[in-house]
């Protein structure tokens, strides 16, 4: 169901927790993380920290 953000969560956050592989297990876990912090853009990209 389109919008439904919580279950989208609980969906990533059990998908990492199933798979084997480290690097789609942090590609799952970043998803949720971006779902749960951002209200709003869900699909917003996460621009990395400039360095000084």
Do not use: F, H, K
């Not at 998908?15 to 970043?30: N, V």
């Not at 971006?34 to 996460?46: F, N």
């Amino acid at each position: 169901m389109a919008g439904d953000r919580e279950r989208a969560i609980v969906d990533y956050r059990a998908a990492a927790a199933r798979t084997s592989s480290l690097p789609e297990q942090r590609y799952l876990t970043m998803r949720a993380a971006r779902l749960a912090a951002e209200p709003g853009d869900v699909l917003a990209p996460v621009r990395p920290a400039r360095r000084r």
